[in-house]
């Protein structure tokens, strides 16, 4: 089993950047992707961006192509966002998988989650 830890959410205006952080622990062996997703409140959770562990490939939503990069260090998986937008408020939830396509994880391990809160 994988724990996962997030840091880094918060409050900023249209505009802003905030760095978001996933410590991973346990058995992480046979993770093959970590990716970043979000929920909204009454919208169905989403995908926002992966990694690949095996290859270092990276998949991201259309909406925040450009603005938000994931990265990858030991056991940290980051997630910097630029150019905030009111729409991209949500829970932003880390997420460890072992079976993967693209943004689709199959039965994925989950943090805890981090809000951010984008003000116009």
């Known amino acids: 089993q994988v724990q996962l830890v997030e840091s880094g959410g918060g409050s900023v205006q249209a505009g802003g950047s905030l760095r978001l952080s996933c410590a991973a622990s346990?058995?992480?062996?046979?993770?093959?992707?970590m990716g970043w997703f979000r929920q909204a409140p009454g919208r169905e959770r989403e995908g926002v961006a992966v990694?690949?562990?095996?290859?270092?490939n990276t998949y991201y939503r259309d909406s925040v192509k450009d603005r938000f990069t994931i990265s990858q260090a030991k056991n940290t998986t980051y997630l910097q966002m630029n150019r905030l937008q009111p729409e991209d408020t949500a829970m932003y939830y880390c997420?460890?998988?072992?079976?993967?396509?693209?943004?689709?994880?199959?039965?994925?391990?989950w943090g805890q989650g981090t809000q951010v809160t984008v003000s116009s």
């Open positions: 997420a460890a998988g072992r079976v993967c396509a693209g943004l689709v994880f199959t039965g994925p391990e």
């Open positions: 346990g058995y992480t062996v046979k993770v093959t992707c």
């Open positions: 990694i690949y562990t095996t290859n270092g």
